[in-house]
């Protein structure tokens, strides 16, 4: 408890609430410059039981904002998952921390999310927000959404049952390329913190039992000084808060190459669930170009392509602009 005493000081933790927060679990998806942050937060503050999920790995453009991650992370190619699980136990070896390397998709994030007291956006794409809104509120969840781009962001929480949901606010999906990404504009790392701040104290909020007082969406831009509530409402027309229909947990069809955010790489996801020997998998393809086996990863550079192979069989074909292209890459050179 020693190490929590600053936080017990606040009136609103004390000695019950703390207690509570260590006997509370949370789920962080994405671990980038929001991911960071919050997770940071948690653990620091106490949550007992931390679980991060993230599908990427770490690189130096990356430093400027994702403050969990240095140099040497990204000379060994660590897993971003992996990489902030280690330094996180170095900060608090007295909480139990997780780090899966995966993609979050409609076949494994029920099982991530159940025993969970919350969830944390930390994402970068309304495809698995979308997803993370249909599992909550299925599942009784409270999930917290973060957004962040050039010197603006966003932050709500979604209460199943007491608050409206992620579909009340954006209502479908954006048209690709309808939006800005970092990709196009940049961010600053004064939003990113500030946003993966703001998530991590309304979900140890949530946690303390506080369900009211965090009900509308807080824009803020830093350049323009500006901090904004705006009440959001339940829409008559929501398919998941008026209908109870989870469409994108229950969408059909196999799992489609996905376009990353900010940067020109498309992930290829196998089929099915399995496993690959990155070590077999290097001796194969150093024959053909050039293949380095980094112990969690595996980079293999043919042609202007460059392959980012993971131990589930999942890849990152960078250098391709066009999914067909990476799927006909991903099928030459790792199977189909
Ligand atoms: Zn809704």
Redesign the pocket.
């Known amino acids: 408890m020693d190490r929590y005493s600053r936080q017990v000081l606040v009136a609103t933790v004390g000695k019950s609430g703390q207690e509570k927060l260590l006997k509370s679990r949370a789920l962080v998806i994405g671990c980038g410059a929001l991911g960071t942050v919050i997770a940071n937060n948690l653990v620091r503050a106490g949550i007992g039981y931390i679980k991060i999920v993230d599908r990427d790995y770490v690189e130096l453009d990356n430093l400027q904002r994702q403050m969990l991650f240095d140099e040497e992370d990204v000379e060994k190619g660590m897993p971003k998952a992996v990489a902030a699980a280690d330094k996180l136990r170095r900060i608090n070896s007295s909480i139990e921390i997780e780090a899966e390397v995966k993609d979050v998709n409609r076949k494994n994030i029920e099982e991530l999310i159940k025993d969970m007291d919350i969830v944390l956006d930390g994402t970068d794409n309304f495809e698995t927000r979308l997803l993370i809104n249909d599992a909550c509120f299925k599942h009784n969840i409270p999930w917290i959404y973060g957004a962040a781009i050039s010197s603006y962001g966003m932050t709500m929480s979604f209460i199943p049952k007491v608050t409206?949901?992620f579909?009340?606010l954006v209502s479908s999906l954006p048209a690709p390329g309808s939006t800005d990404t970092c990709d196009t504009v940049g961010v600053l790392n004064a939003i990113t913190s500030c946003i993966g701040s703001i998530q991590s104290n309304e979900a140890i909020k949530i946690l303390l039992g506080d369900k009211d007082s965090n009900q509308k969406l807080l824009a803020i831009d830093l350049m323009e000084r500006s901090f904004e509530q705006i009440a959001v409402k339940?829409?008559d027309d929501?398919p998941?808060?008026r209908d109870g229909e989870f469409e994108f947990l229950n969408k059909k069809g196999p799992s489609e190459p996905i376009k990353l955010c900010g940067r020109e790489t498309i992930q290829i996801t196998p089929q099915r669930e399995m496993e690959v020997s990155l070590e077999y998998l290097k001796e194969k393809l150093e024959k053909i170009g050039d293949a380095s086996y980094l112990g969690l990863l595996l980079k293999f550079r043919v042609d202007q392509y460059e392959l980012i192979i993971f131990p589930d069989g999942r890849a990152f074909i960078k250098g391709a602009t066009d999914k067909g292209i990476a799927k006909s890459l991903y099928a030459k050179y790792i199977g189909a």
Request: proline letters at 11%; charged letters at 35%; glycine letters at 0%.
């Open positions: 409206p949901c579909r009340c339940k829409r929501c998941l808060c």
